[in-house]
């Protein structure tokens, strides 16, 4: 396990205190918190920002740390448009099917 730290100003330290009062808790573990769900929000807010720049889907879910799928559920969560032209399913499709059947032989 590896420690980091941080240093907070007086007010952002009497902020974290307050919360603490209320909520209970140790300070470690609400740091703790605060950074992973903040490190995610920002690898996300960076990704749907590369994904509208031009990078690919799976490119960017990779910098959002998330699989392609949930990554587009992502998106389309916050407007983005996820097809970026005509659909190819249906010439990916029938792709996979001339390949399958050239495999069994058939013409």
Same mark, same amino acid.
């Given at each position: 396990?590896?420690?980091?730290? &941080?240093?907070l100003s007086d $007010?952002?330290? =009497?902020e974290v205190a307050? @919360?603490?009062?209320?909520? *209970? ?10 950074? +992973? %769900?903040?490190? %995610? ?9 590369? @994904? &509208? ?7 960017? $879910? %990779? &910098?959002?740390? +998330?699989? %392609? ?7 389309? #969560? =916050?407007?983005?448009? /996820?097809? =970026? *032209?005509?659909?190819? /399913?249906?010439?990916?499709? !029938? $792709?996979?099917l001339a390949a399958? #059947?050239?495999? $069994?032989? !058939?013409?």
């Amino acid at each position: 396990m590896v420690t980091k730290s &941080i240093r907070l100003s007086d $007010a952002e330290a =009497r902020e974290v205190a307050a @919360y603490l009062s209320i909520v *209970g808790g140790t300070e470690a573990a609400l740091l703790k918190e605060a950074t +992973l %769900r903040g490190l %995610r929000e920002i690898r996300l807010a960076r990704a749907v920002t590369a @994904y &509208i720049e031009g990078a690919s889907s799976s490119e960017a $879910a %990779r &910098i959002a740390g +998330l699989p %392609r799928a949930p990554f587009l559920q992502a998106l389309m #969560d =916050r407007g983005v448009a /996820v097809l =970026r *032209g005509p659909s190819s /399913v249906e010439a990916e499709l !029938d $792709a996979l099917l001339a390949a399958e #059947d050239a495999a $069994a032989g !058939d013409p």
